[in-house]
């Protein structure tokens, strides 16, 4: 019983409705997860009276409930009709039923029938099953999360342009023998970065960046095993309901996506005819897209495992106003333009470029800021336009998250979305700093990288205060 939702469909016309109400909480309090209060509005349109439209409206208010909150936790659905308190709809619902819940809660009603069970096209998932799948799902996000971090630090000690071929078995296959290596030395030799930056590089400076490199695809493939296994497996037991199937082949898609588009990265730094300016760099672009990539699949998988290994915050989400939830997606937006922007500046070097703050240099804005012809390749290709965009989009982002923590302090929010909500707020001045320092002392490895794992970090508070403060109905 624990388990269920009750709605109760009250009529706003009904004098007696507050009795009834207070006489069923009185009957079932502390039976239900949650008892659902539903007025139906008098005169509302499309309700016909004494057709039980009360029902089919709190079914309606109850449906997006579900939709909105409880997608995996409910696997059948039921109305029952109870003498003492006129009507009562006991719900169990799950998502994939919920299109067709409301029709068949009509039919039910018109027929009048007291119990009717939905067909359940999947079994309701163990609480166990739930664990492995929200595991895997977490432990997929970790894998991104480390396969991101590890390419930052690839990034920052140029390392990305040592491994000059791309195969996605012989990859696994380092150099062996001291001629293996040579050849492949010989090999960069050829290639732009090489002539440009590292023309004093020996051999043994080189295994290093090779290493690196190889470390970052090693882990990008163990990222791919990790989530590919365990799909395969869960989707054979019937684990998967149609939602989930379709997500598991985006997830999957991107991953195999990501494998491509690092290697589509790459190969822009590697030949003279994709150079920006004939800088030995990977483009920019390419970059940002293979980034921003990493961090959808990460924000979706990180989702997706909430969605498993937690209970809906239930009692928080119904007693926030809705404009909180909305408000939480608004920030989740500014974190990710604020990390396109930051791609941006990373792939051009653009931290080197006025390394103060908050002036860049003597101007608020520098003059530099809008070289390029047409306009608009300045928000992308121009270093000065890059940084003071990122820096702009950085502090209102950080300013936004400041504000919307301050001003929720006095709405009461669930304790899993407070404590988010904390731990945002913190994390964003942390992130901040990194990003000011990371400026002021000239893009040192070690702060760069820990600015750029910071925004995974900020991304994942702010998915999780995001999850426990979905936008419910109005009841
Ligand atoms: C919410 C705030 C911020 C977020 C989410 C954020 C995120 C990012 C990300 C994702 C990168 C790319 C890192 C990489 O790929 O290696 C980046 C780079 C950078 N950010 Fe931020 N940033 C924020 C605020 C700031 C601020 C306020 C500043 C300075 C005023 C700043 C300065 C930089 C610099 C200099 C880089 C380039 C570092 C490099 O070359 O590796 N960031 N940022």
């Not at 009562?88 to 029938?113: E, P």
């Not at 290709?381 to 702009?392: D, K, M, T």
Request: hydrophobic residues 45%; positive net charge; aromatic residues 12%.
């Amino acid at each position: 019983m624990q388990t269920l939702i009750i709605g109760i469909g009250l009529e706003e016309r009904d004098i007696n409705s507050d009795i009834k109400y207070n006489s069923i909480i009185h009957k079932y309090e502390n039976k239900f997860l949650k008892i659902i209060k539903t007025i139906h509005p008098n005169g509302l349109e499309n309700g016909v009276a004494s057709k039980s439209s009360h029902c089919s409206y709190c079914a309606e208010i109850l449906v997006k409930y579900y939709e909105n909150n409880l997608k995996f936790f409910y696997n059948h659905a039921m109305i029952t009709k109870d003498m003492s308190s006129r009507l009562l709809f006991r719900f169990a619902a799950n998502h994939r039923q919920s299109l067709g819940l409301l029709k068949n809660v009509q039919l039910a009603f018109k027929r009048s029938s007291a119990t009717v069970p939905l067909k359940t096209p999947l079994p309701p998932l163990s609480n166990g099953a739930k664990q492995r799948i929200g595991l895997w799902l977490a432990c997929s996000a970790g894998m991104t999360a480390g396969a991101v971090a590890l390419g930052g630090i690839t990034r920052l000690t140029e390392s990305g342009l040592s491994m000059t071929n791309w195969h996605w078995l012989n990859d696994m296959n380092p150099p062996r023998t001291a001629e293996a290596w040579q050849e492949e030395f010989e090999r960069y030799k050829r290639f732009p970065e090489f002539e440009q930056m590292n023309r004093e590089m020996t051999l043994h400076e080189f295994k290093k960046i090779y290493y690196m490199e190889f470390a970052h695809r090693m882990w990008g493939r163990a990222t791919g095993l990790i989530f590919i296994v365990p799909a395969f497996m869960f989707w054979r037991r019937g684990l998967f309901d149609k939602g989930m199937k379709i997500r598991v082949l985006i997830f999957g898609s991107l991953i195999a996506a990501q494998g491509a588009l690092g290697w589509y990265m790459v190969k822009s730094g590697l030949h003279k005819e994709t150079l920006i300016d004939g800088r030995a760099s990977v483009s920019p672009y390419r970059l940002a897209a293979h980034l921003g990539t990493a961090f959808i699949l990460y924000s979706g998988l990180l989702w997706n495992s909430f969605k498993y290994l937690t209970k809906p915050d239930v009692y928080a989400s119904t007693r926030v106003p809705r404009g909180w939830a909305i408000g939480v997606h608004g920030l989740l937006t500014l974190t990710f333009l604020t990390v396109v922007a930051g791609a941006f500046v990373a792939g051009l070097d653009a931290g080197l470029v006025y390394p103060t703050f908050p002036k860049m240099g003597d101007y608020w804005i520098p003059p530099e800021y809008s070289t390029l012809t047409p306009w608009y390749r300045n928000i992308f290709e121009n270093p000065v336009a890059v940084q003071f965009n990122h820096r702009v989009l950085g502090l209102t982002t950080t300013a936004a998250v400041l504000t919307f923590s301050l001003a929720s302090l006095s709405v009461k929010f669930g304790r899993r979305a407070a404590v988010a909500r904390n731990l945002l707020a913190a994390m964003v001045i942390v992130q901040t700093s990194l990003g000011i320092g990371t400026l002021l002392y000239h893009v040192p490895i070690s702060m760069a990288a820990a600015h750029q794992s910071g925004s995974l970090a900020l991304l994942s508070f702010a998915l999780w205060l995001a999850f426990n403060l979905k936008r419910v109905p109005k009841i």
